[in-house]
């Protein structure tokens, strides 16, 4: 049986690895996001007590900055401040299965790696029909 140190110690510990497991959860994330409507996006990187979000604007052959915000672990999920971490956004909700990300009221997002990859598959796809109607004619 534990005596009341012992058990302190260990709640301790208990608390540090959920925090460490909470954060770690959302590591994917990380990197550049484009929205599924519109002409957003967002680019995301790791900070020491969260994520910082940047919202950009795409529409001219640069990236404009929106608004910056934050994203912070709280249980079993990341809630979104914005950049002066006073007014609250909403959440952030990461699907890692469908490579989405929503944020808040701005809407969806899927990885911008994703995209790339399903589009580099489709030229793929469509390369090897062209070559395989050639050979067929």
């Given at each position: 049986?534990?005596?009341?140190?012992?058990?302190?110690?260990?709640?301790?510990?208990?608390?540090?690895?959920?925090?460490?497991?909470?954060?770690?959860?959302?590591?994917?994330?990380?990197?550049?996001?484009?929205?599924?409507?519109?002409?957003?996006?967002?680019?995301?990187?790791?900070?020491?007590?969260?994520?910082?979000?940047?919202?950009?604007?795409?529409?001219?052959?640069?990236?404009?900055?929106?608004?910056?915000?934050?994203?912070?672990?709280?249980?079993?999920?990341?809630?979104?401040?914005?950049?002066?971490?006073?007014?609250?956004?909403?959440?952030?909700?990461?699907?890692?299965?469908?490579?989405?990300?929503r944020c808040g009221s701005y809407g969806?997002?899927?990885?911008?790696?994703?995209?790339?990859?399903?589009?580099?598959l489709n030229e793929m796809e469509f390369?090897?029909?062209?070559?395989?109607?050639?050979e067929e004619e």
């Open positions: 049986s534990l005596v009341g140190s012992e058990m302190c110690i260990r709640d301790r510990f208990i608390g540090g690895v959920r925090r460490m497991m909470d954060r770690r959860r959302y590591d994917g994330i990380c990197g550049s996001w484009i929205a599924v409507e519109g002409s957003r996006s967002l680019l995301v990187r790791k900070t020491g007590t969260g994520y910082l979000l940047l919202l950009c604007d795409m529409t001219h052959c640069y990236k404009t900055i929106l608004r910056e915000m934050e994203a912070l672990p709280q249980a079993d999920r990341l809630l979104l401040l914005d950049g002066d971490r006073d007014t609250f956004q909403g959440e952030v909700v990461y699907d890692p299965a469908a490579s989405t990300l969806v997002f899927r990885s911008e790696e994703a995209i790339l990859r399903e589009e580099l390369a090897l029909r062209d070559v395989v109607g050639d």
